[in-house]
């Protein structure tokens, strides 16, 4: 599709009819220039219409009896990617269904239909649909001179895509629609489509209505709050008798009690600060004492242990030594004589004596070592009981002072303060509503200064810098199509239209408006084409060469090539540069129907009637 071009956007091709056993009507359409000529009244320009109305137009097609039995208008296209689209839609109106694929594949597949809003505003609408085909999808354009920005619209764009018989030849710019509203919006989506940038990065106003419904608000709400304000203020002044002398002397005592309240409640601070460093100290010291307890404790039970070891040492060596006093003997348990008695060890009682009296002496070193250490534990036991006295002493010293001294002086001082506050607070109290009824005030001044409309600001347009490589183009175009043989063509910002040798385009005569009009919506297409920045890719013009008449010839010979051939040669050999519809009533020459997708309307029983077959004609 489209040369296997890579870009952006879609082109048309395909427009059909149908209706209830009716015949439908077909147009094919291909890359590159299209040419459907032919009579007047054989549905050139209703095929146009049915065109913009599948794709959103608000404007049903208007009717002609050759239609009056068809029902449903349905349109392909093809997107840059090469997946086709079918777009249907009643011609009476209504939502627009889409289907993936083509349209003799969408007949009969009625589950596979996605539903499309006709408007803008719609949350899945077929302006939001044509617009993603293009990457435009999700920009904004501003809408006015406050710098409100609203949704990017196909429709919109489509004023510079589709130009009927009617704005081919009007007198504005055809980036327009008929209306003088939308101006702004139009010539922001040019821009767009020429910059590649939108608008989406301008804050937002407040919406008039908005702002002025706020502000009514507001004065309303200050209004309120001034006459309670007031009410109060009043109340006050009648209940109270309160001297500047009176008040002098209150702001003297207060400042006197802040400075003794302040006094009082260092002390009392310093004092629970300290009384909480003796707890920790106490807390500490009593857990020593409880680990010197069982220190004490373990140390008693292994002395015990001690002693018991020693008992059986000195019972053991008692017993070696009086073995060794009996010598050789009769053995007491089997009568044994010493000669058939055995021993394993014949000095075995000697052996065990020394080693008892060897244990013994270690027992008792281990037994001095641990009473010495028991001594120090006592030691240490006494003095830390001792200090523990004297923390317990302390804290009662300090708790007594914080409870009978220091605590009862920052309550009295405290309420004394209170007390004092409590009078010369309706004094403050005062002082205070009359500087807030004097800020409310001001605020409405404020308010009633603020204007009602929104402020008009400053954006960059649609200029002639943005539009000079357009205008270059569109020169070329002219030039080509043989309107004159140097042309020089500038953009007028004001109307968004042109300036070509120096006389604006809607001053010209219908025909040679018609034909610059084409220029101009082409030069946009082939540029924007050019810098990829999201035309979708094609334009439908409706007659623009028809209402055209070259100058009469000179004596000197006739005018050598006519703008229409010329015209037609230019768009075959361009058809790289975007698809062009044209719907006229003059045909092309014989090599330009050769080499484009050519129709021709005959109105006659002779070759095709017209977009509708012959069988529907009144």
């Known amino acids: 599709m489209m040369n296997g071009s890579a870009r952006r956007g879609f082109e048309l091709r395909e427009l059909r009819l149908c209706g209830p056993d009716q015949v439908p009507g077909r147009l094919f359409f291909a890359s590159g220039l299209n040419v459907i000529e032919g009579s007047s009244d054989t549905g050139k320009s209703y095929a146009l219409s049915c065109i913009d109305f599948v794709m959103g137009s608000g404007t049903p097609p208007e009717e002609i009896p050759q239609a009056r039995l068809y029902d449903v208008a349905y349109l392909c296209i093809q997107a840059a990617s090469g997946q086709f689209y079918t777009l249907k839609r009643a011609l009476v109106g209504g939502k627009i269904g889409v289907f993936r694929g083509r349209i003799d594949d969408a007949l009969g597949a009625d589950d596979e239909w996605e539903v499309l809003g006709e408007t803008t505003n719609a949350k899945e609408s077929v302006s939001g649909f044509l617009l993603g085909l293009c990457g435009l999808h999700d920009r904004r354009v501003r809408k006015n001179d406050s710098g409100t920005t609203q949704e990017a619209s196909f429709r919109v764009l489509s004023k510079a895509l589709l130009v009927d018989e009617e704005r081919i030849i009007a007198k504005r ?205 006592t030691t240490e036991q006494c003095v830390l009981a001792a200090s523990l006295g004297e923390t317990d002493a302390a804290i009662q010293e300090i708790s007594e002072e914080v409870e009978v001294a220091l605590a009862p002086k920052v309550r009295a001082t405290a309420n004394e303060l209170r007390a004092i506050q409590g009078s010369y607070g309706a004094f403050v109290r005062v002082e205070q509503l009359r500087d807030q009824i004097d800020s409310l005030k001001s605020q409405m001044l ?104 070259e100058a009469d010839a000179d004596d000197d010979g006739e005018v050598a090539t006519s703008v229409k051939d010329a015209f037609y040669r230019n768009l075959c050999s361009s058809s790289a540069l975007g698809q062009v519809v044209v719907f006229e009533n003059v045909a092309p020459p014989a090599d330009v129907q050769a080499s484009c997708n050519h129709v021709h309307f005959s109105r006659s029983s002779s070759g095709r009637y017209g977009f509708l077959p012959v069988s529907m004609r009144p």
């Open 173 to 377: 710019s055809p980036l327009y629609g008929s209306q003088n509203t939308g101006n702004t919006a139009a010539a922001s989506t040019i821009r767009m489509l020429l910059t590649g940038v939108d608008d989406s990065g301008i804050v937002q106003p407040e919406d008039t209505k908005t702002s002025a419904g706020r502000l009514a608000g507001r004065k309303e709400a200050i209004e309120g709050l001034l006459e309670s304000d007031q009410a109060a203020l009043d109340e006050l002044l009648d209940n109270m008798d309160m001297t500047p002398e009176v008040v002098s002397e209150l702001e003297v005592k207060l400042r006197e009690l802040g400075e003794l309240s302040s006094t009082a409640f260092a002390d009392l601070h310093a004092a629970e600060s300290k009384r909480g460093k003796l707890v920790n100290q106490q807390r500490e010291q009593r857990g020593r004492l409880d680990e010197l307890d069982g220190m004490l404790a373990r140390a008693s039970l292994l002395d015990a242990h001690y002693e018991s070891d020693l008992l059986r040492l000195e019972a053991m060596g008692e017993s070696s030594y009086l073995l060794q006093m009996y010598g050789d003997k009769s053995c007491d348990y089997c009568g044994a004589e010493p000669e058939h008695q055995r021993h394993d060890d014949a000095h075995a009682p000697e052996s065990m004596l020394r080693a008892a009296q060897a244990e013994a002496a270690k027992v008792q070193r281990l037994r001095a070592e641990l009473r010495i250490a028991a001594d120090q534990l």
């Open 446 to 549: 404020d308010l009633d200064a603020t204007p009602d409309k929104g402020e008009k600001l400053e954006f960059i347009k649609l200029t002639a810098n943005t539009m000079s490589d357009i205008c270059s183009r569109i020169r070329t175009l002219l030039i080509a199509w043989r309107v004159a043989d140097d042309i020089t063509v500038a953009f007028d910002e004001k109307s968004a239209d042109l300036v070509v040798n120096g006389r604006k385009r809607t001053s010209h005569g219908k025909g040679v408006r018609a034909v610059m009009c084409a220029g101009y919506v082409i030069g946009l297409m082939q540029e924007a084409l050019g810098a990829d920045t999201g035309h979708p890719g094609f334009v439908v013009l409706d007659t623009p060469l028809n209402p055209y008449k």
